[in-house]
């Protein structure tokens, strides 16, 4: 398990996939670099993986420094 620092508070897979969703995910994939900037602070970004239900896949990118957040379905 990887953890990392956002925001100040070390996160694991699934509770980034939380900061993202708003609820936490049913399974969550490791973290890892996303290849991209924050649009709003120039932070790290990273990524992670997860089902919010049985049949739904998401890509969730966050922003280590600030509130930042994205998602793709
Ligand atoms: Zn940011």
């Given at each position: 398990m990887t953890n990392r620092v956002v925001e100040g508070r070390m996160v694991t897979s699934e509770t980034l996939a939380e900061l993202i969703e708003g609820e936490r995910?049913?399974?969550?994939?490791?973290?890892?670099?996303?290849d991209r900037e924050c649009p709003e602070c120039d932070g790290n970004v990273i990524s992670v993986g997860y089902?919010?239900?049985?049949?739904?896949?998401?890509?969730?990118?966050?922003?280590?420094d600030?509130?930042?957040?994205?998602?793709q379905e």
């Open positions: 995910p049913m399974e969550a994939t490791e973290i890892e670099d996303a089902m919010p239900s049985v049949t739904a896949f998401v890509t969730g990118y966050k922003c280590q600030c509130e930042w957040s994205d998602k």
